[in-house]
């Protein structure tokens, strides 16, 4: 059925795309696939204001049962605030179990119409879309001998609180009710109930494909900016949610026209962008996105890992140490690995190698200064030694007595990522042996530093 709506939507037939997403949610098969998709996450024991979970087969099965779309009345949603990066806190709308499988729901409806609607190189929440495509995108930009020198790093000020109601009421394509619902169910704080009249709570299913709706379509306006300058110069969008870039070879472009350009699209849609966060940067400077680092260092691409992101890290790393001073070795194992495992999977596609190195070597310090003050007597030192082996570079790695290691960052293999098809839709069936083949290719591209096949320290482009 989600062919189908593809298809619909891509034909222009809004009546079809209705009827069709009418009859997917009546479906048994949806209504499992949502309940599904809300008990197999992280949050499924996070209960929302009704204090309820659906841990068990039976209340599962229940739930299935209570999905009516002709009698939904959503619920305020549990607020909770967690810590963001910059030392402020972040509130998150915690949903009932019973919204989200509605949501879920209505998602499965939804998401082929948004993948049609998508921009092409739009990258945030899509189906086989990840970060490393929005990275590679950017090389791909830079790599041109007609480089564009100049960015427009933008930031949207409070994206998802901000967001208009009465466009997306407009123009999302969900029954109104239903949105509206969703949408003015407000949140509960310290008991209090407040209304929203504005914005989407961060934390629910279906936000982020709301806002990558709202936001599709900066493409096109740029396109337009191009084909109305007297002479033409290329202007290239990478976004991922509410991040995005905006390359040209003109600051002046950038400055005077584009983003007004911006400002007048978001203006509309209820946002608008950060005074202080929006900024226009030269390519030799450097520029942070996603987490990395791109610049152009002795007329080559460098993609490395941002500065603080291995500072990060190690305190990370010192802090659960810390908290856990006791620990045996084979625990302290235990409790690294999937933290420093997490951040080299995340930055694998990168074939600067340097940071990891440098968050291997910080680890080892943070380890070894724990391993002495948990010893005693004049040989404090020589009794830490025996808790570590030798690993690359006579990095010191804490081992167990079963001689289990923990994970080392520098020793994540290398493995060059292959850009999505900017058009690709991973509803409509003409792609799937592209997505196949991709899957299938992107698994044996793995390349280890200790292969024969060098890697490059200063690639020109990652393929």
């Not at 069936?429 to 390349?447: E, F, G, I």
């Amino acid at each position: 059925m989600q062919a189908d709506i593809v298809k619909a939507e891509q034909a222009g037939d809004q009546e079809q795309v209705r009827q069709v997403q009418e009859r997917l949610i009546r479906t048994e098969a949806a209504k499992l696939l949502a309940v599904h998709q809300v008990t197999s996450t992280n949050g499924r024991r996070s209960p929302g204001v009704d204090g309820r979970l659906w841990d068990t087969a039976a209340r599962k099965l229940d739930a299935v049962r209570t999905l009516d779309p002709d009698h939904d009345q959503p619920q305020p949603a549990r607020r909770v605030m967690i810590p963001k990066s910059s030392d402020r806190m972040r509130p998150i709308g915690v949903l009932t179990m019973h919204d989200r499988a509605m949501q879920a729901l209505y998602l499965l409806a939804l998401d082929p119409v948004a993948e049609v609607r998508a921009d092409p190189h739009s990258y945030g929440f899509r189906k086989a879309r990840a970060t490393a495509d929005a990275i590679a995108r950017c090389e791909e930009i830079v790599a041109d001998p007609e480089r564009p020198w100049w960015i427009l790093n933008a930031d949207i000020e409070q994206c998802f609180d901000t967001i208009s109601h009465e466009w997306l009421l407009t123009h999302v394509p969900l029954e109104t009710e239903v949105l509206r619902g969703w949408l003015t169910a407000g949140y509960m704080d310290k008991g209090q109930v407040y209304s929203t009249d504005r914005g989407l709570p961060q934390g629910a299913i279906i936000s982020p494909t709301l806002a990558n709706l709202a936001l599709n379509g900066l493409e096109a306006v740029l396109d337009e900016c191009i084909q109305q300058q007297r002479r033409p110069r290329p202007l290239y969008l990478v976004r991922y949610a509410d991040d995005f870039l905006v390359l040209s070879t003109s600051k002046r472009v950038l400055r005077r026209t584009v983003r007004p350009l911006l400002e007048d699209f978001l203006t509309v849609r209820g946002m608008r962008l950060s005074q202080k966060k929006t900024d226009l940067v030269h390519l030799k400077q450097g520029i942070e996105f996603l987490g990395c680092d791109l610049r152009i260092k002795k007329g080559d691409i460098r993609v490395a890992p941002a500065a603080g992101s291995v500072q990060k890290i190690a305190a990370r790393v010192s802090a659960l140490i810390q908290a856990n001073p006791g620990i045996t070795p084979s625990q302290a194992i235990q409790l690294l690995t999937p933290v420093i495992r997490s951040w080299a999977n995340y930055y694998k596609h990168v074939s600067i190698r340097e940071p990891f190195v440098d968050l291997d070597q910080r680890v080892a310090q943070i380890l070894w200064t724990w391993a002495k003050e948990q010893q005693s007597g004049m040989f404090k030192r020589r009794h830490a030694r025996r808790l570590f082996t030798t690993g690359p570079g006579s990095l010191r790695l804490l081992t167990d007595d079963e001689g289990n290691r923990l994970y080392c960052a520098q020793e994540t293999p290398y493995v060059r990522h292959i850009p999505i098809e900017p058009h690709c839709n991973p509803y409509d069936p003409a792609w799937k042996k592209y997505l196949s083949d991709r899957q299938q290719a992107q698994k044996t591209k793995k390349v280890c530093q200790d292969d024969d096949e060098a890697i490059p320290e200063e690639p020109a482009h990652i393929v």
